[in-house]
């Protein structure tokens, strides 16, 4: 199993950046988005159970989205108004039968 994520870069604030995360090898129920910024401990941004049961971190409600692709096996994260404090490297994972599958981190920079 493998999880290969993109989309990170350079925005402004209140720019907007889409993540992808697209797994190869099984489907998931159980999937979403992490990040770790500097001097900081990893945090849980967005989980997607199914495909209509998310939970957002307090930081990022009503300013980004978890969805997925079922046929295509990825999911996403819509970032909107971002913030100089939304930067990190974000991770994706996924959850299955007991095992945590992670995917290399996609640097995503909030700056002007």
């Known amino acids: 199993v493998q999880l290969q994520a993109s989309g990170g870069g350079l925005v402004q604030p209140g720019g907007y950046l889409r993540l992808s995360c697209t797994a190869s090898g099984s489907i998931f129920n159980v999937m979403g988005w992490f990040r770790q910024a500097p001097g900081k401990q990893r945090e849980l941004v967005a989980g997607m159970t199914g495909s209509s049961n998310t939970n957002y971190a307090d930081s990022v409600k009503g300013r980004f989205a978890i969805s997925r692709d079922s046929d295509k096996n990825t999911w996403y994260l819509q970032m909107n108004s971002l913030k100089p404090e939304d930067t990190g490297v974000y991770l994706c994972?996924?959850?299955?039968?007991?095992?945590?599958?992670w995917g290399k981190g996609t640097l995503v920079t909030v700056s002007s």
């Open positions: 994972y996924a959850y299955l039968h007991g095992v945590e599958y």
